[in-house]
């Protein structure tokens, strides 16, 4: 069984920052992409960022500029880098493997509040 663990989130004030961390049980490249997706209560589960093999990174207009998304090769990692955090980006976050989804981590909650 695959799987994914991720950590990072937290409190954090806005305009701070956090770094998100994405371990696999396998090889990343494994998977045609990995994901970053965040669901914030009341509201859809969206897309974050996506990271394909390739390495070419696709982004939600929302965190454009803000976030980056980049990967450990040797540690099977994928990071979410995540700067001037706003309140709206208060969410649990979800590390996916695959496009479509094949494997989802179990979350890390990120809280942006005064």
């Known amino acids: 069984q695959v799987q994914l663990v991720e950590s990072g989130g937290g409190l954090v004030q806005p305009g701070g920052s956090l770094r998100l961390s994405c371990a696999a049980s396998?090889?990343?490249?494994?998977?045609?992409?990995m994901g970053w997706y965040r669901q914030a209560p009341g509201k859809q589960r969206e897309l974050v960022a996506m990271m394909a093999s390739g390495g070419s990174t696709n982004y939600a207009d929302s965190v454009k500029g803000r976030f980056t998304m980049s990967r450990n090769n040797a540690k099977d990692t994928v990071y979410l880098q995540m700067n001037s955090l706003k309140l709206e980006d208060t969410a649990i976050y979800y590390c996916?493997?695959?496009?479509?989804?094949?494997?989802r981590g179990q979350g890390t909650q990120v809280t942006v509040s005064s």
């Open positions: 996916h493997a695959g496009v479509p989804s094949r494997y």
């Open positions: 396998i090889s990343i490249f494994s998977f045609n992409a």
